[in-house]
């Protein structure tokens, strides 16, 4: 029998009140808990109960939906998905497992496995008139850019997978987009380059069929290395889903209108573009370039904490994280076994970071405020190590992150009390006042 989790049934009678100083009235809201983590106040009747909104701008301290996917404990530094923590699934998983336990709910049998890869593997291909959209981007558009406008495009040619209210139609979309992220991202690498596209092969993992396409070439046999697709394999699971974070909220907002699902993924992708989200990564790499020796990096910490500077330590904090992001312990050991592996010796890069990291760490500044490197910080060096060029990192990050916006979108599609994300605000613009004509203006 399944566990009835519902907001309704997990209320059980507890309350908040609420006394409105002014007029001395008092209203009551429910609250109610999941399945971990801080109870929530259920103020969805406040208004009609009390003519007040409430104010909080980047939703600092409200919960936009209830979700079975993904839980983050940011004190004590966990991240599971579907139950599962983060460093059990990276250690014995491949990606598309994840993927499919963050599609389906739970870790599939061997069966299901070979089902599901083989679902995915005969996905990857691209509409071949696709090859005429890379072509109207200039040759030295970001990566990022052409992200967006060609998983946008999707709607455009897959007409059969747009219905979201057709479940059938909606796995589908799902697994178009799991599958063709890493064809589409490899060819926006490809165009920058000047090289002809690779197609997908469909004996190869998602791992290596995505580094073969953007570092292969016709003219030649390519073998991919184990060490770098073990490696990307575990970044794609690091990067899978993260809860309600900016990419993810904009894909759920986008979808709440009844937007179709490649539409959605393209407005997580815009999201994801910034330095403050997946952006991070990209700029840590131009961080530490500019910060070139360590010798410099008092003066850049001096930077980060002066608030007339808008510098910030890129790859350092984290919304949810006030402990340490258990994503960028794995990235960390990681990032030290490829650089072992591939036999990277003395890598300044590196060198520059671990003592970035370590100085930080014991600044009053950062540990005040628990400032920890994030998953960012030591994804780009290891990025940088398996030869991708830094324009391209945030692009992988699109890639993992796609099958996390799929399940949330699926479940937020199939939840009942959905409704369209409709925000309010503080107005403080100007007053009613009369109209002038424009003959007396002036
Ligand atoms: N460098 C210097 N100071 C920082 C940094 C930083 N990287 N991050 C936060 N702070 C300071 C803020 O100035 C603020 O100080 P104050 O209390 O004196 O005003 C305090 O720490 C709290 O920071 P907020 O900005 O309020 O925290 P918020 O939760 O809004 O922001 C964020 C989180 C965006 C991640 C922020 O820490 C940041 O910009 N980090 C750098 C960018 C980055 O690495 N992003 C990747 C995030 S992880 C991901 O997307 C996978």
């Known amino acids: 029998m399944s566990q009835d989790t519902s907001a309704a049934a997990r209320a059980a009678n507890a309350s908040v009140s609420l006394v409105d100083n002014t007029s001395g009235n008092e209203a009551s809201f429910p609250l109610i808990g999941g399945t971990d983590g801080p109870k929530v106040i259920d103020i969805r009747k406040l208004y009609a109960e009390t003519g007040y909104f409430t104010y909080d701008p980047g939703f600092v301290s409200t ?54 890869v083989n679902g995915i593997t005969y996905h990857t291909m691209l509409h071949e008139q696709l090859h005429n959209f890379y072509r ?16 946008g495009a999707l709607s455009a040619f897959y007409h059969d997978s747009t ?31 000047g090289q002809p596209f690779m197609y997908p092969r469909n004996d190869l993992t998602y791992s290596e ?7 292969a070439t016709p003219c030649e046999e390519y073998e991919v290395s184990p060490v770098i697709s073990k490696a990307m394999d575990r970044i794609l699971i690091l990067h899978a889903d993260h809860e309600q974070n900016a990419s993810t909220s904009t894909v759920r907002l986008a979808g709440s209108s009844g937007a179709n699902p490649f539409a959605c993924i393209a407005a ?11 952006g991070a990564n990209e700029a840590v790499l131009n961080m530490l370039r500019e910060v070139r020796s360590k010798d410099h990096i008092t003066e850049y910490l ?16 984290h919304r949810v994280y006030k402990n340490h992001d258990p994503r960028a ?67 992988l990050f699109a890639v993992a992150r796609t099958v996390g ?13 959905q409704k369209i994300g409709r925000p309010r605000q503080i107005y403080t613009g100007q007053a009613r006042r009369p109209f002038v004509p424009i003959a007396q203006r002036g």
Not at 357 to 374: G, H, M, Q, S, T
């Open 302 to 317: 001096a930077r980060a904490k002066d608030k007339d500077d808008p510098f910030r330590l890129m790859g350092f904090g």
């Open 268 to 278: 997580g992708i815009a999201s994801l573009w910034g330095p403050a989200h997946g």
């Open 136 to 151: 109207g981007f200039r040759r030295d558009a970001h990566p990022m850019a052409i992200m967006c406008g060609v998983v």
């Open 405 to 417: 916006w799929v399940a949330q979108w699926n479940e937020m599609v199939e939840d009942p009390s």
């Open 163 to 193: 219905d979201i209210a057709d479940p059938h139609q909606r796995m589908v979309a799902s697994y178009r987009l799991v599958a063709k992220m890493p064809t589409i991202a490899a060819w926006a690498y490809k165009y920058s380059l």
């Open 63 to 116: 919960a936009s939906c209830e979700s079975k996917i993904t839980f983050i404990d940011g004190d004590e530094g966990i991240l599971m998905h579907r139950g599962y923590m983060i460093e059990d699934l990276a250690e014995n998983c491949d990606f598309l497992e994840v993927c499919y336990l963050l599609l389906y709910g739970e870790l599939p049998s061997p069966d299901q496995k070979t089902k599901f």
């Open 209 to 215: 069929d995505f580094i073969r396409m953007m570092f």
């Open 329 to 395: 312990t794995i990235m960390r050991k990681t990032c030290h076994e490829v650089l072992d592996e591939l036999d990277i010796r003395d890598e300044p890069l590196l060198d520059l970071a671990m003592e970035l990291e370590r100085i930080a760490l014991e600044d009053d500044y950062f540990v005040e405020r628990k400032l920890y490197p994030n998953v960012d910080f030591y994804s780009g060096i290891i990025f940088q190590a398996l030869g991708i060029p830094t324009t391209m990192f945030t692009v």
